[in-house]
């Protein structure tokens, strides 16, 4: 098995519900994994900070199937090229000139009566009609795809919005300012005769939005019970998996982290999870013996915890240096319940190589994180500070000369716990 095969086995498994904890952005893909145990989904769900983090994360699995980005980009332009409609005859006045089919009945009561004017006629006239109950679907399952991809915009930020939903927004947007389907009004709900009636059109456009249609409905209708459903059939299967392999082991290794906090060092289940959105802050939390633990993903210390940092310090001092400040991969930190005691932190770092050389240059980065946030360790912190985790080929033998920083294999998780045995008191 491949390292990617084994990494996304580990991450998948049943028992586990951290593989949601993939970041929702630009480096994702969805796909499908054997289904996550009923109970440790609906536990992971209940535990997040926030119902409005499952609701995103719902909506970013469901929109990157390709039945969306395949309606958007084949179905939709075709349906408004053939957009259903009828003739409706509608009464009116028209003049000077006469059209239409005249009613010279009602003409001329509104002449011997003063309310219409010489040269105004009453006519029946003919116009086409797109108020149809599939157009009225279609016309609210493009709005309803374009509104959602806003709020997921305002949640992961303009920059971590996926291309797809990206190209998503833009044809629904395109679509809506359409001569034929800007006629037809915005329905406020979705309801049965809708579905029904595109669900019976020839048209397998028709069709096909309608089941797109009947999905999105579920995953955000007003019936609580209805939608956790919906959720949890989605969730449960599908993820959003990184398309990078360096983000597949960084991945793995934020999961592992967690597994051996849970398991190894008998802290039990998270108390808490938090999705990587924007403005997001940890994406677990245990209690521990010793008190409170954090555990971020991809965040600086200076965002997560505010220590300050003497790279920016440098870089703000000069003008024309440019950078933007480190964020490790996984940050751990422990708030004591006795407040007698100092915090302790830990940062994790993962790199997916097994070149030495490469490796190597890695452990340098992380004495610049010893030195770059020296605010985080104080003389009596114990060791280690910094675990650098590769995939295999590299193990500790004996005593290490400088105890700050460790390089583990990410299959060694005997070592691995050895090292976060201080969170837990061992």
Excluded at 67 to 77: Q, R
Excluded at 173 to 190: I, K, N
Aim: with cysteine.
């Amino acid at each position: 098995m491949t390292g990617r095969e084994s990494w996304r086995e580990f991450i998948c498994s049943p028992l586990r519900a951290g593989r949601h904890l993939a970041s929702i952005g630009t480096a994702v893909g969805t796909a499908v994994a054997d289904a996550i145990d009923s109970s440790e989904l609906e536990a992971f769900l209940h535990r997040l900070s926030a119902y409005d983090d499952v609701q995103v994360l719902a909506d970013v699995i469901d929109l990157l199937r390709g039945d969306y980005t395949h309606f958007i980009e084949t179905d939709l332009h075709r349906v408004l090229d053939h957009l259903s409609n009828e003739m409706i005859h509608v009464e009116e006045i028209v003049g000077p000139g006469l059209r239409g089919n005249p009613r010279w009945d009602r003409t001329i009561l509104g002449r011997l009566s003063g309310s219409l004017p010489p040269g105004r006629y009453v006519t029946r006239t003919a116009h086409r009609s797109f108020n149809l109950p599939e157009n009225l679907l279609l016309r609210w399952l493009v709005n309803h795809l374009s509104e959602t991809i806003k709020d997921i915009g305002r949640r992961t930020g303009s920059d971590g919005l996926h291309p797809q939903l990206r190209l998503i927004s833009t044809r629904c947007e395109e679509a809506l300012r359409h001569h034929w389907l800007s006629d037809v009004p915005q329905p406020s709900t979705l309801n049965l005769r809708l579905i029904i009636s595109a669900e019976r059109h020839r048209r397998p456009e028709y069709r096909r939005a309608a089941a797109l249609a009947r999905t999105r409905d579920a995953l955000s209708s007003r019936d609580k019970g209805y939608r956790w459903h919906a959720i949890l059939m989605l969730l449960a299967v599908g993820w959003l998996e990184p398309i990078n392999d360096d983000d597949l082991f960084e991945l793995y290794s934020l999961v592992l982290v967690l597994d051996v906090l849970s398991k190894d060092l008998g802290l039990g289940d998270p108390t808490e999870y938090g999705l990587l959105l924007r403005g997001h802050g940890y994406v677990a939390a245990f209690e521990s013996p010793l008190g409170h633990i954090r555990v971020f993903f991809d965040q600086s210390p200076v965002t997560a915890l505010g220590i300050p940092s003497r790279y920016a310090e440098v870089r703000e001092a000069h003008l024309g240096l440019l950078g933007v400040g480190r964020r490790p991969d996984i940050l751990v930190t422990l708030e004591p319940a006795d407040t007698s005691m100092t915090p302790i932190h830990m940062i994790i770092e993962a790199k997916k190589s097994t070149d030495g050389r490469y490796v190597s240059d890695s452990v340098y980065k992380a004495f610049g994180y010893l030195h770059d946030f020296q605010h985080l360790w104080n003389t009596a912190h114990p060791f280690p500070k910094i675990i650098l985790i590769v995939p295999e080929g590299v193990s500790p033998k004996g005593a290490i000369a400088s105890p700050e920083v460790v390089v583990l294999s990410g299959s060694d998780r005997v070592a691995l716990g050895k090292a976060l045995g201080m969170f837990s008191g061992r």
